[in-house]
């Protein structure tokens, strides 16, 4: 394979992986963001961090959203919790229920979710309300799944997939992009860089639920995405 065919391959294989990132960012935080607006009361809580959703679920399959309760105390608590799960016209289904966790352990409980249960157009969402006792304060956390009809593949599959395939497209894209690129093309290699780095924060602060800062990253991504494709094929 000749120079020149390594230099688009580098390329194509580094915007590959950066749309793929793109796309599992702005996923998730639109997740967050029609959760967060679907069960907006005005009164804000504490915030529960032990709410996980999966990114996206296919049409025909049951998603699993997990709640883990920890104890970090020296003493039992008893979490007295009521997941609300979102439905067609707003007609939301309730579930309650209570779990002891003995002192510095944690416990896990688990609601399943299908198609019967999106709500605007191809969403579910999810609140999670925990009542406060001595031990913890109220505490609250949201979250959301986009439906889709994935080609028989489940949520996980794909969502793993994009992401080892965003990964290894921006690691391979980069290392031939500088193999093969002439000195002159340090600013370019610069860019692509700095961009390959800010989808990767990306992910990281989607996962820690940092919303704010994947938003504020998500932008850079666009504007730093928009130089290097201006640059990278001149």
Request: with cysteine; net charge positive.
């Amino acid at each position: 394979m000749n120079t020149r065919h390594l230099i688009i391959l580098s390329r194509a294989s580094f915007f590959l992986g950066v749309v793929v990132g793109f796309v599992l960012s702005v996923i998730a935080i639109w997740n967050n963001l029609e959760s967060t607006n679907y069960y907006f009361t005005g009164v804000k809580y504490a915030s529960f961090k032990g709410l996980h959703c999966p990114q996206m679920i296919a049409s025909t399959e049951k998603g699993i959203v997990t709640a883990v309760f920890k104890n970090p105390t020296n003493e039992e608590d008893d979490f007295f919790y009521r997941a609300e799960i979102s439905g067609k016209a707003f007609s939301t289904r309730k579930i309650e229920g209570q779990i002891a966790v003995p002192p510095h352990q944690a416990k896990n409980v688990q609601f399943t979710v299908d198609a019967n249960d999106v709500d605007l157009l191809f969403f579910i969402l999810v609140k999670l309300t925990i009542l406060p006792n001595s031990v913890h304060p109220s505490q609250e956390s949201t979250c959301g799944m986009m439906v889709a009809n994935i080609l028989g593949f489940t949520g996980w599959q794909v969502t793993i997939a994009a992401l080892l395939l965003s990964i290894s497209g921006i690691v391979l894209g980069l290392g031939l992009w500088r193999g093969t690129g002439p000195k002159a093309d340090q600013d370019r290699q610069r860019i692509a860089q700095v961009l390959g780095t800010v989808v990767l924060l990306t992910f990281l602060a989607t996962y820690m639920g940092w919303w704010a800062v994947a938003t504020a990253l998500t932008v850079v991504m666009i504007l730093l995405m928009v130089i290097s494709l201006r640059f990278a094929f001149a």
